[in-house]
C-alpha cells in the first residue's frame, strides 16, 4: 500500500522538475533572444541553456571527456550542419561559427568584429594588452614589435636560449632512473624557455615566483568570472568577495616582477654595466616608431605577460604532443629522424648547434608539426559584433559574442580524410588546405604574433629529441583529459634514454 502511495507523489515530483526545467529554459531562451524584437534574417538554431550558467554544465562535460568538440556534436546532431549556432556560455549570450569560409570572414572582418574574450579575460588583462587595444593602436603596436618578436635577428637570439635550455633539460630526463610525468617536466622546461626569451637570465628567486604566480593567473583567464572561493577566476584574482573593485592581485604581481626586471636592465643599461644576452624585454626598450616614440612600460610588461599567457602552456603541450605522436607512429619518427640527420651532415664542420639556415631545410619536420597542431585542436577564438551582422542567412546581434571553433574544423572528414589519423604526409604540395581549414593561431590582423617563436621553441626541442633520445610511454593507452587542451590522464608518463 505503501509503494502504491508513493508512485504517484514521485511521478508528480518528476513531473514538476520536468516543468521547472523546461520553464526555466524558456525563460532564459525570451530574456536573450525574445527581446531582440524583428530582424531582417533568424538567429541561428541552438539552446540558450540555463539562466546564469547558460551551457557552461554541458561544454565543461565535453572537455573532461577529452573530447573537447563533443558540445559542439551535439548542436550538429540536433540542429543540423549548419555551421553556425547560438548558445550561452562564459556568461554571454553567444554564436558558435565551424566552417572554414564563417571562421575566415569573423576573424578577417575587422569591420564587424572586434576581441570579444570572455569577461574573465578583459578583467585579468591590462589596458594596454593586445586583446583590448583599439584596432588603430593594434596595428601600431603590431608594425613595432614586429621584428622584436619575429625577426631573423629576433629568432637568431632566441635560439641560443632555447637550445641550452633543450639540450641540459633532455640530459637531466635520460639520467632519471624512474618514469616521469613528461607534461609536468615539458611544462617547466617550456616556461623557462619562454622566460629567458621574454626576459633574458632571471634570477631563480624570480623565476619560481613567476612561474607559481602565472599558474593561478592563468587558470583563471578562459573561465567563468565569478569570484567566489573554488572558482578559477577567485584564485586569480587572490581577492575577498567583498572587495568592490576586484583587483586582480595574481596579475598586479605578475607584471611587479617583470616590471622589476625591466627597470633592471634599463638601470644596468643607463650605467652601461648591462652585456647579457638580449631578451625580447631588450628588444622592445629599443624600438622607435617614425617619431622617435619609445615603448611605455606599460606597454612591454602588458605584452610580455601576453605571451605568457599565450606561448607557456601552448608550448609545452605542443611539444608534448608532438612526442606522442611521432612515439606512436615509428614510420613518421624515423622518416623525421632522417631528415634531421641529414642536416647535420650537411653542416660545416665549424658550425656548433642548430641555426635558423638548419630549421629552413627542414621540410617533413614542419609537416609533423601542422598535423600535430591541427590533431590538437586547442584554440578557440572569440570576437564580438559591433553591429546586427547577416551571416549565411543568420542574424549575429549586436553584442553578441562570437566563438570561432577551428578545432571542430580541423578534425572535419568532409575536409582531412580520416581525422582522426596522424598523416603528416597530407600536407603536400599537392594537397593543401582552403582558406579557413587550417588556422591553429588565428587569422586577420589578430593572428598570434609569436607563431614563429612557438613553432621555433617545438621545432629545436623535437630535434634534438629526434638525434639523441628515445622517449617510451609508460601507459600509451591512457585516457585523456581536458586542461586547455586534451593531456593524457597519468600527465604522459614516460622514460627518457639516450641513443647516441
Known sequence: MELDFCRPIAAALLGGCVFMFWFLKRVNEWYYVGRLGEAACPLPPGDMGWPFIGNMLSLFKSLRSGEPNAYLYGLISRYGKTGIYKTHVFGCPSIIVCTPELCRHVLTNDEHFKQGYP????LLSGKKSLSKITRAEHKRMRQLIAAPINGHEALAIYIEHIESTVISSLDEWANKKHPFELFTEMKRVTFKIITQNLMGSVNDS???ATEHLYADYREGLISMAINIPGFAFNKALKVPISTPSMDPNARKKLLGVIQSVLDEKRAMTKSGEYKGKKSMMDLLMEVEDENGQILEDEDIVDLLLTCFSVGFESSATCALWAIVHLTGHPEVLQKAKEEQEEIIKRRPSTQKGLNLKDIKQMEY???VIDEMLRMTNMVSFFREAKTDVQINGYTIPKGWKVLVWCGAVHMDP???ENPQDFNPSRWGEKIKPKPGAFMPFGAGSRLCPGSDLAKLV???????????????RVNPESPLRYLHAPIPADNCLVEVTVIR
Open 365 to 367: 619536420l614542419p609537416k
Open 206 to 208: 624570480t623565476f619560481w
Open 119 to 122: 569577461k574573465s579575460c578583459d
Open 414 to 416: 568532409e575536409i582531412y
Open 458 to 472: 617545438i621545432t629545436t626541442f623535437l630535434h634534438y629529441v629526434l638525434l639523441n633520445y628515445k622517449v617510451t
